[in-house]
Every structure is written in structure tokens, then in C-alpha cells.
């Protein structure tokens, strides 16, 4: 009696290839998280420009605190909103650098033509202004359009009030000494302005739907 042949051998299970990768998503491509050494790169750069110049000033025997004191609030402001822009969650540090940026440049703008009267209406540039801005250049920065737009609204308002305010301040009371030469038709007519800039906001402001039952 013949023997059987064996049965051939059945080959072992190939190992599957491994799924491919996931492709990022745009935010993570365009968001990298510069949490490290390179979101604070910005901040090291404009402290060394800083003490480059002191040690100029220094140098050249120039007076930086009398003409240019400042810049100690400008430049930290401009600090801060850079570092902010160069991070994935940084709308806080843009918008405070901001309000402080702009915080400096009054004070830069008053301590050069010593009109520190200013402030009576100089506030709405800071407040809204300031904030305002660092709204818009954030919301641009991240494709954050509703961010951007608010800011832009924001400015607008802070433009009317501050102009509203210096007509007021400086044309009607005189705060710096001397009024202007203005029509009394003026001030009513920026305050109707103002009115009308943000009732188009008020108007044209998205709010959110609600959910069908």
C-alpha cells in the first residue's frame, strides 16, 4: 500500500500593511505650537534691541528717560502682542499687548506736545481701541473672521468716541485753554454719527440660532 503523500504546506498569514497616515488638518498645519523656544524668540530679540540702545544712550551720554520714557511701556506692549500672535491660543497676550502699545503711544504723543489734558478723551483709544485692535490683527492671524470683525467694529466705535470726546473737550470746554472755532452743528451731528455706526452694528450682528425642537 502506497503512502499518502502529506498535505502541502498552507503559507502563514502576511501581516497587513498599516493603515496610512492621516493627513494634519490645515489649523495644525498653520498653528504649530510654539510653545517652546521659538514663541519666545520674538520677546529675546526686542529685549537685546533694548539693551542695545541703553548702552548707546549710555555710550552718547544721551538722556533716554526725559525724551523717551515711553517707549518702557511701547515696547513691552509690542512685545507681548508679537508673542501672541505667534501662538496657537493667543488672543489674550495680542489684545493686552495692544491696549499696552497704545497705552505708550498716548503717552509718547503727551509727554512730546505736554497735552496731557488728552486723556478726557484719549481713554476710548485705549479701551475700545486697543482691544479692538487686537481683535481684528488676532482674528486675521487665525482666519477667525467673527474675531476680526468684532475688532473692526470695535475701532470703529473707539474712533467715533474719541473724536466725539476731542470735539467736546477741546471745542466746547476748552480743556486745553482755548476752544476751537467750531460750527455748534458739529457735536450733534458726530454724536448722530456714533448713533447710526452702532445701530448698523447692533443690526447687522450675527447672533446665534437656536436649535429646532
Not at 502682542?81 to 491660543?89: D, E, I, M, T
Not at 483709544?125 to 492671524?141: D, E, F, I, K
Request: glycine share 14%; charged share 10%.
Amino acid at each position: 500500500m502506497s503512502e499518502q503523500a502529506p498535505p502541502p504546506e498552507q503559507p502563514a498569514d502576511e501581516p497587513l500593511p498599516p493603515p496610512p497616515a492621516e493627513a494634519p488638518s490645515p489649523s495644525a498645519v498653520a498653528w504649530p505650537d510654539r510653545r517652546g523656544p521659538s514663541g519666545t524668540a520674538v520677546l529675546g530679540v526686542i529685549l537685546i534691541v533694548l539693551g542695545g540702545l541703553f548702552l548707546i544712550g549710555q555710550w552718547a551720554e544721551l538722556d533716554w528717560g526725559a525724551a523717551t520714557w515711553p517707549f518702557y511701556v511701547i515696547a513691552p506692549g509690542v512685545a507681548l502682542a508679537a508673542l501672541g500672535l505667534s501662538q496657537r491660543n493667543g488672543s489674550g497676550l495680542t489684545i493686552a499687548g495692544c491696549i499696552v502699545t497704545i497705552v505708550g503711544l498716548v503717552l509718547l504723543y503727551q509727554n512730546t506736545t505736554d497735552h496731557w489734558e488728552s486723556w478726557a478723551y484719549a481713554w476710548a483709544l485705549v479701551g475700545p481701541g486697543g482691544s479692538g485692535l487686537g481683535m481684528l490683527l488676532y482674528g486675521v492671524r487665525s482666519a477667525n473672521s467673527k474675531m476680526a470683525r468684532d475688532g473692526f467694529w470695535q475701532i470703529l466705535v473707539a474712533i467715533g468716541l474719541f473724536a466725539a470726546g476731542w470735539l467736546f473737550f477741546e471745542g466746547i470746554v476748552g480743556i486745553s485753554g482755548r476752544r476751537l472755532p467750531l460750527p455748534g452743528w458739529v457735536l450733534p451731528g458726530l454724536i448722530i454719527a456714533l448713533g447710526v455706526i452702532v445701530l448698523i452694528r447692533g443690526i447687522t450682528a450675527r447672533r446665534p440660532t437656536e436649535p429646532a425642537a
